[in-house]
């Protein structure tokens, strides 16, 4: 098994301003930590994504935007996205990763791919840039799989909730998107009742999680809400926002994972599609040596790795209540679109 790892010298170069959670040093510590895969690791440097690509997703006068807004020095978008000189030509690199690394598994290049970008996207819309996110990576490999004629699982790791990958597909009968992230936190969406509209009805998938929750009640509420809907979507493809903030050393969250959650979440995701078929773009994680130990996880993960279980984290229970009452919640509302739940 080989994972490809793509990144560039440029994404250091995003300027965020002094102090920000999403900082070049989250690179440096990510790419520090690779050679303990070997030769399991094939590294590549991706190129900027076209402009059709990026426009295909958000709307070319907004792309504009930012473009204008970088050449003339940069600045704050809001209070937390800001952007350098740079960061308009950083963002078609960051966006360009994901195409890249399609590309090459579809040569045969590897069995899997990571690409750890900066900016992170899934808070972009198509109009409006936020959280962090210029340009929604991996909404514009989505959709360039799904203009491919394939059919796309989203799977959302982030302690925050998707909104732009949410936004952006919500309609689309051709990506499931499914989220499991912490609530309340910004950016206050990613309700359970929200499950898409029109031909989407049914594909969009929240799962709301309160503050301390642990990785095991997380990984079974994947395995008790998303999974038939999963298997009865019949993915060809799978894209995962890696966001490790869920980590319980992470300073903007407070949600209760070991990075041997991020390996389970991981793995568990990955019995849905064929090797060579999955592609996971770094998002969050702000904690600098839990990120590097989760991104370790997933990365092993996606190698087909076996991994022990951390004897020094105690085994969180399931909280069985708080999974009953989200299905419950989701059947409703499926319900109200004159859905029948899937059958678990």
């Not at 503050?211 to 894209?239: D, H, K, N, V, Y």
């Not at 999955?278 to 997933?298: C, I, N, R």
């Amino acid at each position: 098994m080989t994972v490809l790892f793509g990144t560039h010298p440029e994404y250091l170069e995003h300027d965020t301003g002094l102090y920000h959670p999403e900082s070049a040093s989250r690179l440096e510590v990510i790419t520090s930590v690779l050679d303990r895969f070997g030769d399991g690791i094939v590294r590549f440097q991706p190129t900027p994504a076209s402009a059709a690509a990026v426009t295909g997703v958000h709307n070319g006068s907004h792309v504009a935007e930012i473009r204008q807004l970088c050449l003339m020095g940069g600045g704050p978008i809001d209070a937390d996205t800001q952007v350098g000189y740079q960061s308009y030509d950083i963002a078609l690199l960051a966006a360009g990763a994901g195409l890249d690394a399609i590309a090459r598994l579809q040569r045969g290049e590897g069995d899997a791919a990571f690409v750890a970008v900066r900016p992170p996207g899934h808070h972009a819309t198509a109009d409006t840039s936020m959280g962090f996110c210029l340009f929604n990576n991996i909404a514009i490999a989505a959709k360039t799989l799904v203009d491919q004629g394939e059919r796309v699982l989203i799977v959302d790791i982030d302690a925050h909730h998707g909104n732009g990958t949410q936004d952006i597909f919500y309609g689309e009968q051709s990506v499931l998107y499914v989220s499991i992230h912490q609530h309340p936190l910004y950016p206050g969406t990613g309700r359970v009742s929200d499950v898409g509209v029109s031909r989407g009805v049914g594909l969009t998938i929240n799962i709301p999680l309160p503050p301390r929750t642990s990785g095991q009640t997380a990984l079974a509420a994947l395995e008790s809400i998303a999974s038939s809907s999963i298997t009865s979507f019949e993915p060809t493809w799978m894209l995962i926002s890696a966001g490790f903030d869920g980590h319980r050393a992470d300073p903007l969250t407070d949600l209760g994972y070991s990075s041997d959650d991020f390996f389970n979440f991981t793995r568990w995701a990955l019995q849905y599609v064929p090797k060579q078929r999955t592609v996971a773009f770094l998002e969050g994680g702000y904690d600098l040596a839990a990120l590097a130990e989760s991104t370790v996880a997933a990365i092993e993960a996606l190698l087909g790795a076996s991994r022990k279980p951390d004897q020094l984290v105690p085994a969180g229970s399931v909280d069985k209540d708080l999974i009953a009452a989200l299905s419950r919640m989701r059947s409703a509302a499926l319900r109200h679109h004159d859905i029948d739940p899937p059958s678990h």
